[in-house]
């Protein structure tokens, strides 16, 4: 009975311990599963809390970025500044980076500054693609995390030739006063590079720069009607006698040359006599659009000199080819019909060839040999070219 008595309670003194060891097992993997929880929050809340200094460090910028782009008034830095700013804070130089503005005359969009993590890429869609026109439609931002996975966009639409891979891209308008201004493009070759709170930056920068671009805008216009003639939107005589001392210097410098064509229209007096002032006013416009397209590319300064004259420098372009030039815009001129009234008119120009260093030492010799040739034209019968 002893023996059987202490069996018993050395069974139950086994058991009570088992049970205990198993309660503190039990406590304890609920307290490693409190610990994995809270390790996870502690991850989460890590995570969260980086991703929050992100945007305060990325909104602390704001402050800079209005400062940036209010720096100046020339549009060319003004897109520049915002270029840098998206690029760096929303791409983290990475991808593409495009700035379009909206031509005032088409209506279109047309790339005024970009920005490439790879120098050699070639961006062809100069009026911008899919995307950007979906922006101008609308005028509203845009994300595509992924342009294979996205409904919205036919992709055999977007321009076979194009160099670049895209596969995401956050894309916002630059608006002011319901104007559509232009539009900020980033895009990468990575799937998922951007998000929402890309694109959310993103338009805070179209917003603030926004304004900026249009005192830019509103700034080059008003300095491209100091320099043009309103009527004909050649170049002004004193911003032209600007541009011939400017050429006049670096030509010295360079050890090279350049050419002046003196153009005066034939009777021009016979148009306003016959058709009246606005009749003139429409050879004028005809003339100076001939000038502009012949010369097209050429590096030329065309301006209207005064009244019915007009004066081009032609930069490295010697006597003989400055003659053969003139005379192509002669014959161009010469086969140009202009209505007048219901009446089929011609015009014909009488044009003067000087150049520098041949002819002249300074910008007043050189003029003078241009006019003097010019006259000489006239004399001789007009309608034709005379050499200084």
Request: aromatic share 8%.
């Amino acid at each position: 009975m002893f023996y059987l008595a202490n069996t018993l309670i050395a069974a139950h003194s086994i058991h009570k311990n088992l049970n205990k060891k198993y309660q503190l097992q039990l406590q304890m993997q609920n307290l490693q599963e409190k610990i994995n929880i809270l390790k996870d929050e502690v991850k989460i809340n890590t995570v969260a809390q980086d991703a929050l200094l992100a945007k305060i460090i990325r909104y602390n910028s704001l402050k800079e970025i209005i400062e940036k782009v209010n720096e100046s008034l020339i549009l060319d830095s003004i897109a520049e500044s915002l270029l840098d700013i998206g690029y760096s804070l929303v791409a983290n130089n990475k991808g593409t980076c495009i700035l379009y503005l909206v031509d005032p005359r088409t209506q279109r969009l047309s790339i005024f500054k970009t920005k490439k993590e790879d120098n050699s890429l070639i961006i062809k869609s100069k009026e911008g693609d899919i995307f950007d026109l979906w922006v101008l439609k609308h005028s509203s931002p845009l994300l595509v995390e992924n342009i294979k996975e996205d409904f919205r966009f036919d992709l055999e639409k977007i321009e076979p030739q194009e160099s670049r891979a895209i596969s995401s891209l956050v894309s916002a308008p630059f608006i002011s006063e319901n104007k559509f201004l232009g539009l900020f493009r980033l895009d990468n070759p990575e799937p998922g590079f951007y998000s929402l709170d890309d694109l959310r930056l993103l338009v805070t920068i179209c917003d603030l720069g926004a304004v900026a671009l249009e005192s830019g805008e509103l700034f080059q216009r008003t300095q491209d009607l100091a320099i043009h003639d309103g009527l004909t939107s050649l170049y002004t005589k004193r911003y032209f006698l600007d541009r011939l001392k400017e050429e006049l210097k670096r030509s010295v410098r360079q050890d090279s040359y350049f050419s002046l064509l003196m153009i005066d229209i034939d009777n021009f007096k016979n148009y306003n006599d016959t058709f009246g002032h606005t009749a003139g006013d429409m050879v004028l416009r005809t003339l100076s659009a001939a000038i502009t397209d012949s010369f097209k590319g050429h590096g030329a300064i065309a301006s209207r000199f005064g009244g019915e004259e007009f004066c081009i420098i032609l930069p490295h372009i010697d006597k003989k080819k400055a003659s053969e030039a003139a005379e192509k815009l002669r014959l161009k001129i010469e086969k140009t019909r202009i209505t007048l009234r219901r009446k089929e008119a011609s015009i014909t120009v009488s044009i003067g060839v000087s150049s520098f260093p041949l002819d002249a030492g300074d910008e007043e010799e050189i003029i003078m040999k241009a006019d003097k040739a010019m006259y000489a034209a006239k004399q001789k019968g007009r309608n034709r070219v005379i050499d200084a």
